[in-house]
């Protein structure tokens, strides 16, 4: 009884639905709740900060003057060499984290994708663990283990390794190596769930044909693994582009990033300056992914994604 | 050395995954030339044996050799040989012609040279129009086509092949089979072809090597493996025998060949008992299977429902009469029963006899639609057989020679 009352109302819902909807599909329908999501959290804050950008500065207190409109921020971003030296360094740094990281998670993943049982647990588990860890704290383990009093360099000292300790922090060194630390785990995890999908038979075809093991990963392994690497490096670079915690945590004020800049110009109450620096930051990275994307896809590489 | 070469030799080869031995001490030598089927069932060792053969597996002891070379301990890619897998194992992200190519681009031959080469071998298994298909276009048949190819296009000292049909519909896989068998009688190119299909293997083999458990009990071509095999695992996985189990009653010395010794088999199931000559040492006791192929059964609706002698043949002095069972002086038997079942499979029908002995013994007979006995279901018929054309395994499983 019943069921035939839930199937007569789903009926109805579903016609009232499609009533009201119109021309669209139901399917498309399904979408809105997503968009109104990214509506809230994507477009509304970023809209913000743009409007925020072209806003003029307070003069006495306050951070800036509600509805007005100026470039004054933008201005002050190009008048300020500072902002320039550090915008070219954080790029030069994004780009450098994200080759390595997308090369050492690669290696990575292909030596847990072969390794089998317990092996490729405690690899797995080692990359997924440090993940459970805040950034902070993983960041500043780093900066213990690298110091020059840590453990890395005790080790080589003890060792005999090496004759004076290595300085491995507050410079561009330690900022690369903790970024490292926090995004390894991502290219990780993004090349190895695309290799789960390779059959093993194709790298045993490409060996039974004459392949090298290193030929076999060049012609069969990596073609298959680009899609996860290229999600592996968008995060990487999104994600390197914008550190915060490894420069100020390992570098020194030489290794100062776009977002550490932004900080420093909110703790002056240049609020428009600020929101300029990140809607410049964000415009590149995007236009970095999108052009890095568009070339993949020429290149044949990203057809399955 | 007598004329022949000997392009695959395995000597004394064990395969073992921890506890379990999944090849056990196999021998095998493949001709120059030849089709060698590995036959046998799901996990009896014919795969890795051929893996074994590619350089997938290592032996735990053993040699392999290569059209006189030992490759052993060689990697696969150092062999001289290529596979066809059960999965075709095709590389997606190239298309159909880079995929045959790709063991000659391996072997360093130019681009414009080794796109020649895989032509021809495309044009070989008829699938020059698509040379720039990516294979998840392609159809199983024709990805089948193209994993041929590309393993011929290495030109190897031998082809293997790894249940290559067996995700083929049966009507593909009957082209498919003698496409194959065409192509190496062409190119001439050895072949060892791992089926667990018997009547594929006879389709396509010069010769079978049946597996079992590890082992391979038998080898010969297909003739000889059919009509002379060495032991019952062997005679059940080739046909659709029927069984009887029986057992030795009785012993004594031959009065006509002092070498044999007649023995007194009773087969309770069917309520008979034989004797037969054989120099195998059965004792009173020993467990004895008769099979009874289905071809060389008589089947006929039965004349009365007594059952009666037809020609009046003197009983044996030492077989036990029997209502039902007429062992005469031509050797043969006969039995009374009633159609349990007929089963209808297109070309031929099946009839399954209920033989009166109430022990639920149960005998097949598959005749040629053109030639079925008019029955059904509750019939009564007789069934007989030349004991001559039976086959016996003595209690280990091994033929016994009468």
């Given at each position: 009884m019943s069921d035939v009352d839930t199937a007569g109302g789903v009926r109805r819902v579903r016609s009232v639905l499609q009533a009201a909807s119109g021309g669209i599909s139901r399917t498309k329908l399904l979408l809105v709740p997503l968009l109104l999501f990214d509506l809230l959290v994507f477009v509304a804050p970023m809209g913000y900060l743009l409007r925020i950008s072209l806003a003029e500065?307070?003069?006495?207190?306050?951070?800036?003057?509600?509805?007005?409109?100026?470039?004054?921020?933008?201005?002050y971003l190009s008048d300020s060499s500072v902002v320039t030296t550090v915008f070219t360094w954080t790029m030069l740094f994004a780009v450098v984290a994200t080759l390595l990281a997308v090369g050492i998670g690669t290696l990575y993943a292909y030596a847990a994708w072969?390794?089998?049982?317990?092996?490729?647990?405690?690899?797995?588990?080692?990359?997924?663990?440090?993940?459970?860890?805040?950034?902070?704290?993983?960041?500043?383990?780093?900066?213990?283990?690298?110091?020059?009093?840590?453990?890395?360099?005790?080790?080589?000292?003890?060792?005999?390794?090496?004759?004076?300790?290595?300085?491995?922090?507050?410079?561009?060194?330690?900022?690369?190596?903790?970024?490292?630390?926090?995004?390894?785990?991502?290219?990780?995890?993004?090349?190895?769930?695309?290799?789960?999908?390779?059959?093993e038979s194709l790298v045993e075809a490409a060996n039974d044909l004459g392949a090298t093991p290193v030929r076999a990963v060049r012609e069969v392994v990596l073609p298959h693994a680009v899609p996860g690497m290229a999600v592996g490096g968008v995060i990487a670079f999104a994600w390197s582009a914008g550190a915060f915690a490894a420069p100020l945590l390992l570098g020194s004020t030489s290794e100062r990033t776009v977002a550490v800049e932004v900080q420093n110009l909110l703790s002056q109450f240049n609020y428009p300056a600020a929101a300029a620096l990140a809607v410049v930051l964000t415009t590149v990275v995007l236009v970095v992914l999108t052009l890095g994307i568009v070339l993949l896809r020429r290149r044949g590489g990203l057809r399955d994604v | 050395m007598c004329g022949v070469r000997t392009v695959v030799e395995l000597d004394g080869v064990r395969v073992e995954y921890g506890e379990l031995v999944a090849v056990r001490d196999l021998s095998l030598s493949v001709r120059d030339g030849e089709l060698f089927c590995l036959l046998g069932p799901s996990g009896c060792g014919k795969t890795t044996t051929l893996r074994t053969i590619a350089g997938f597996e290592s032996p735990d002891t053993g040699q392999v050799v290569l059209d006189g070379r030992t490759v052993t301990s060689l990697a696969p890619y150092a062999r001289d040989c290529?596979?066809?897998?059960?999965?075709?194992?095709?590389?997606?992200?190239?298309?159909?012609?880079?995929?045959?190519?790709?063991?000659?681009?391996?072997?360093?031959?130019?681009?414009?040279?080794?796109?020649?080469?895989?032509?021809?071998?495309?044009?070989?298994?008829?699938?020059?129009?698509?040379?720039?298909?990516?294979?998840?276009?392609?159809?199983?048949?024709?990805?089948?086509?193209?994993?041929?190819?590309?393993?011929?296009?290495?030109?190897?000292?031998?082809?293997?092949?790894?249940?290559?049909?067996?995700?083929?519909?049966?009507?593909?896989?009957?082209?498919?089979?003698?496409?194959?068998?065409?192509?190496?009688?062409?190119?001439?190119?050895?072949?060892?072809?791992?089926?667990?299909?018997?009547?594929?293997?006879?389709?396509?083999?010069?010769?079978?090597?049946?597996?079992?458990?590890?082992?391979?009990?038998?080898?010969?071509?297909?003739?000889?493996?059919?009509?002379?095999?060495?032991?019952?695992?062997?005679?059940?996985?080739?046909?659709?025998?029927?069984?009887?189990?029986?057992r030795v009653v009785g012993s004594g010395a031959d009065r006509r060949d002092t070498a044999r010794r007649a023995v007194t088999v009773e087969f309770p199931g069917v309520g008979a008992q034989?004797?037969?000559?054989?120099?195998?040492?059965?004792?009173?006791?020993?467990?004895?299977?008769?099979?009874?192929?289905?071809?060389?059964?008589?089947?006929?609706?039965?004349?009365?429902?007594?059952?009666?002698?037809?020609?009046?043949?003197?009983?044996?002095?030492?077989?036990?009469?029997?209502?039902?069972?007429?062992?005469?002086?031509?050797?043969?038997?006969?039995?009374?029963?009633?159609?349990?079942?007929?089963?209808?499979?297109?070309?031929?029908?099946?009839?399954?006899?209920?033989?009166?002995?109430?022990?639920?013994?149960?005998?097949?007979?598959?005749?040629?639609?053109?030639?079925?006995?008019?029955?059904?279901?509750?019939?009564?018929?007789?069934?007989?057989?030349?004991t001559a054309a039976v086959y016996y395994f003595g209690p280990d499983g091994a033929r016994v020679r009468v």
């Open positions: 500065r307070s003069v006495g207190g306050g951070a800036l003057q509600r509805g007005t409109w100026s470039l004054d921020g933008y201005q072969r390794a089998s049982g317990a092996t490729r647990t405690v690899l797995l588990a080692g990359v997924v663990m440090s993940m459970f860890t805040t950034l902070v704290v993983k960041v500043f383990a780093a900066r213990v283990m690298l110091s020059p009093e840590g453990v890395v360099n005790d080790t080589l000292l003890a060792a005999g390794v090496l004759d004076s300790s290595l300085l491995l922090v507050n410079n561009e060194i330690g900022v690369l190596i903790g970024q490292l630390y926090v995004v390894l785990p991502y290219t990780v995890l993004a090349v190895y769930s695309v290799l789960t999908g390779l059959d | 290529a596979t066809v897998f059960q999965d075709w194992a095709l590389f997606p992200n190239k298309t159909v012609i880079e995929n045959v190519a790709f063991g000659q681009k391996m072997a360093g031959v130019g681009k414009a040279k080794r796109r020649d080469q895989a032509r021809d071998h495309l044009d070989t298994v008829e699938m020059g129009d698509y040379e720039d298909t990516r294979p998840a276009e392609l159809s199983g048949g024709q990805k089948q086509r193209i994993a041929l190819a590309r393993a011929l296009a290495v030109d190897p000292d031998v082809l293997l092949l790894d249940e290559p049909l067996s995700n083929l519909d049966k009507r593909l896989r009957e082209t498919m089979q003698l496409e194959i068998k065409d192509i190496q009688e062409r190119l001439n190119t050895p072949m060892v072809y791992v089926t667990h299909d018997q009547e594929e293997a006879f389709t396509l083999a010069d010769r079978i090597g049946v597996m079992n458990n590890g082992r391979l009990m038998q080898v010969g071509d297909p003739e000889t493996v059919y009509d002379d095999p060495v032991d019952e695992f062997v005679e059940s996985f080739l046909g659709n025998s029927n069984f009887l189990s029986g034989i004797q037969i000559a054989t120099e195998s040492g059965l004792t009173p006791g020993d467990d004895l299977t008769a099979s009874v192929r289905p071809e060389i059964l008589e089947l006929s609706p039965s004349p009365g429902e007594t059952p009666t002698s037809p020609d009046g043949g003197t009983q044996e002095g030492t077989a036990e009469r029997r209502a039902d069972v007429e062992p005469d002086t031509t050797n043969r038997m006969a039995l009374t029963g009633a159609v349990s079942d007929v089963v209808y499979r297109g070309s031929s029908i099946r009839y399954q006899v209920d033989i009166d002995t109430g022990e639920g013994a149960e005998l097949s007979v598959e005749r040629s639609v053109t030639r079925a006995p008019d029955l059904s279901t509750g019939d009564r018929v007789e069934l007989s057989w030349d």
